[in-house]
């Protein structure tokens, strides 16, 4: 059996003027105490979904490997042949 003791944590906190303001009218308008008001907004704050992180431009960074004397490229498909063999297909 898996067993939770809820502790408060007791932490000094310091809220912009604005931020307090608000805190204090939504406490009274739900009529709850300013200490579970601003768990509240917490909790629905650090349960937001955040974007992914995207990813850097990719780029290709091409090297010249030469080409094997005889291979033509603008025929595919007898280069896959001579590449791959005939049973390619």
């Given at each position: 059996m898996l067993s939770y003791q809820h502790q408060d944590v007791r932490t000094t906190l310091t809220l912009d003027?604005?931020?307090?303001?608000?805190?204090?009218?939504?406490?009274?308008?739900?009529?709850?105490p300013f200490k579970e008001t601003v768990n509240a907004y917490l909790r629905a704050g650090l349960n937001l979904k955040r974007p992914a992180k995207t990813a850097g431009a990719f780029r290709v960074r091409p090297h010249d490997m030469g080409l094997r004397p005889g291979v033509n490229l603008d025929k595919i498909s007898t280069l896959l042949d001579d590449v791959e063999g005939p049973e390619h297909r």
């Open positions: 003027e604005d931020v307090a303001a608000k805190l204090k009218t939504e406490a009274r308008k739900a009529g709850r």
